[in-house]
């Protein structure tokens, strides 16, 4: 009995020992941080990571460390990326989380983390700024690894290469195109919930990056100019973005004026239609209407087939870019009011341009035009 009470008096002053150590520990790279004195509260916390002790505290005030130090010479010497460095702990941080839910570390630090992750924004947005497009790409890539569901990361990731899907595609190879544009037209949508007072220049200057691209991605480009008369009013500046974007790709033209009957209402088969929201564009769609405009050209389609367009619907339905319905048209002039005001006044094709779409395409070729919708 006395050799069984010993073994449990040791036993219980070996693990008040480790308790009171992980304690002292805790304690010491909080009072450090606390103290200032940074560099020695990183020193301490990679030691406690190393071992395998106290790792949560340690990865905090390490990052927290990080923050106030990151432009110091001192710290650029060992760190040459010292933001890179601090998302490891937040990555870490996040990731425990995610393991074990009922732990209350992360909850009763949420404004030290939260602190730690808008200095990482603030970061990769100065770098974007400052034209550091590879070294914002990392810290933005991060970030969006950490938090997979916070859709700004990829909206800002995606600007840093002016929303052009190809280009973000690949240099992003895990991501699809359906995820992307979803994701964009969450934060278009939502634009004052993430900028605030900054909403209104966020999606103008956004704009002006579109549309300076040579491959400009109209989809993308199509939810700004259709999200933002809904947002805000009709300011000068968007005004001449708009009509920059309208003479220069017809298809934006061609949308804003489909987009106005459909808003309006119009008379379809002598019935007044009721308002539609506002089509935005698809590449996709796009892409095989402009195939299909050439394809009704180059095979004289309208000579045997007249505006019978059920053999182009079946074969546009082949192709990988779902359709649901079809309008096309032969014009002498290449008007696109002319266009729109024809299919307007056929009653087939005006209920599809008032119909329950979302997204829609263009293609033309000489006087040959298509437009796509789904």
Known sequence: MKILKFLLSGFVFVFLFFVSFAAVSQSKVQ???ESESYMRCITVANRNIKAGKDKQNSYLYKSLSLVELS???ELLSVYSNPVSEILKGIRYLE???SKHPSDYFHSENRYRID???????RKADSLYASGDIKHAEKLFLKLRRIYPDNKLYLYKYAKLYRFNSGVVLEHDKTLTKDVLYS???????N???YFKADAENEFLSDLKLLYADTACDLQAASMILVLYPQKFNMSENFKTEAKQFAERYYQIKMLFEVNNLRTSGT??????TDSRPPLILSNCLCKTAQEYASYIRKEDFFSHAEEDDSLLFERVKSEGCPVRAVNIALISSSNISGVIKKWAGNEKYCKNIVGFYRQTGFGKDGACFVQLFK
């Open 71 to 73: 432009s110091e010479p």
């Open 191 to 193: 634009i004052e919930d």
């Open 183 to 189: 994701d964009l037209y969450y934060v278009f949508k």
């Open 115 to 121: 602190k730690i992750v808008r200095f990482s924004v």
């Open 31 to 33: 009072k450090l941080y």
């Open 95 to 97: 990731s425990y989380k």
């Open 267 to 272: 008379v379809c088969g002598g019935i007044l």
